[in-house]
């Protein structure tokens, strides 16, 4: 029982480039959510999603897209990335709310 | 948007010693979460709280949801070198699914 994956641990991206970065959780959990921490704060949710196919905005949801297709996988797009966005990204699954959440071990982006 | 504030920002104490942190926001709560990080890795849930005024206890950890659902406190006794890490409040807003996270407050422990 793997929980939840990330994929890639580390990237470093040049401004414009694109990217997805990759979530799996085999713990069949409803929710899903992505995350961005940045030194000195907390994390700040960017997308989630409830369900298959359903998607919603967060807190800071400009510059990012999501999609939901598999019920395991959450990907995270970057269409043209930004140094900005240089950041630790945490991805998180829960069962049936939004309260007990199980983290990834994060993916690491540079962007220069 | 929705801020909780937590304090202190950090915290140097020698093993053994007692902890105390906070968590507060200018809005209401109807859950508060505690979670911890270790470096590199992502954060671990360790008490939620659910209702005004309950007290909530997790081995050495317990924690505190206030009676006005603005606060929350997170008290850790005789501290271990294994508690070292950032230790985060968090809490649902409007429909439950968008989750606030606060700055964090990152202890170390001397040995």
């Known amino acids: ?112 | 948007g929705q801020q909780l504030n937590q304090s202190p920002q950090s915290m140097f104490i020698q093993e053994g010693e007692d902890v105390s942190m906070n968590c507060t926001s200018s809005s209401i709560f109807n859950t508060w979460l505690w979670y911890k990080q270790d470096p590199g890795e992502g954060p671990v849930l360790l008490i939620a709280l659910y209702k005004a005024g309950e007290l909530t206890s997790n081995g050495r950890l317990t924690a505190q949801f206030g009676i006005t659902r603005k606060d929350s406190f997170l008290n850790i006794s005789a501290s271990i070198p294994s508690d070292v890490g950032i230790y985060f409040c968090a809490g649902p807003i409007y429909n439950n699914n968008d989750m606030r996270f606060g700055a964090g407050t990152r202890l170390t422990v001397k040995p």
């Not at chain 1, 309260?99 to 220069?112: A, D, K, S």
Request: with cysteine.
């Open chain 1, 1 to 112: 029982n793997a929980g939840v994956t990330q994929t890639p641990k580390f990237r470093v991206l040049k401004t414009g480039q694109s990217m997805t970065l990759l979530c799996a959780q085999d713990m069949n959990h409803e929710y899903m959510y992505w995350y961005r921490q940045d030194p000195g704060m907390g994390l700040r949710l960017i997308h989630y999603s409830v369900g298959e196919g359903t998607t919603a905005k967060g807190e800071v949801p400009d510059g990012y897209n999501v999609s939901r297709l598999k019920k395991q996988n959450f990907l995270l797009g970057l269409e043209s990335a930004a140094p900005s966005q240089t950041s630790v990204y945490f991805c998180a699954s829960s069962w049936d709310s939004a309260y007990e959440q199980y983290f990834g071990p994060g993916t690491r982006l540079t962007v220069t």
